[in-house]
Nanobody
Framework: QVQLVESGGGLVQSGGSLRLSCAASGFFFSSYYMTWVRQAPGKGFEWVSVISPSGSGTYYADSVKGRFTISRDNAGNTLYLQMNSLKPEDTALYYC????????????????RGQGTQVTVSS
């Protein structure tokens, strides 16, 4: 059974940094694309970043490009998101998903998410 446990969120001032982690188990992690998705209060899901199985391919939403870096440790079955130059509009619950979820429906994301990790950026 797929299990994804996010951690690393917190409260940070605008301009600050955080590093999110996602511990994966129950599947062959190194064979899958992985995606970070966020949901701001009262809003829908927004994909943030995607990484290829080997880590050689990375993709970012325009809203985070140049500020966030996705990476993975296949030996340790862990996905990361380094977030720098944080802005108040980055405030959201952050989730990791197995697979490339750039076009997944809100229905799928809502029914397959983990507990997420809260990121709050104060101005």
């Amino acid at each position: 059974q797929v299990q994804l446990v996010e951690s690393g969120g917190g409260l940070v001032q605008s301009g600050g940094s955080l590093r999110l982690s996602c511990a994966a188990s129950g599947f062959f992690f190194s064979s899958y694309y992985m995606t970070w998705v966020r949901q701001a209060p009262g809003k829908g899901f927004e994909w943030v970043s995607v990484i290829s199985p080997s880590g050689s391919g990375t993709y970012y939403a325009d809203s985070v490009k140049g500020r966030f870096t996705i990476s993975r440790d296949n030996a340790g079955n862990t996905l990361y998101l380094q977030m720098n130059s944080l802005k108040p509009e980055d405030t959201a619950l952050y989730y990791c998903f197995q697979g490339d979820r750039r076009v997944s429906s809100d229905y799928y994301l809502r029914n397959n998410r983990g507990q997420g990790t809260q990121v709050t950026v104060s101005s």
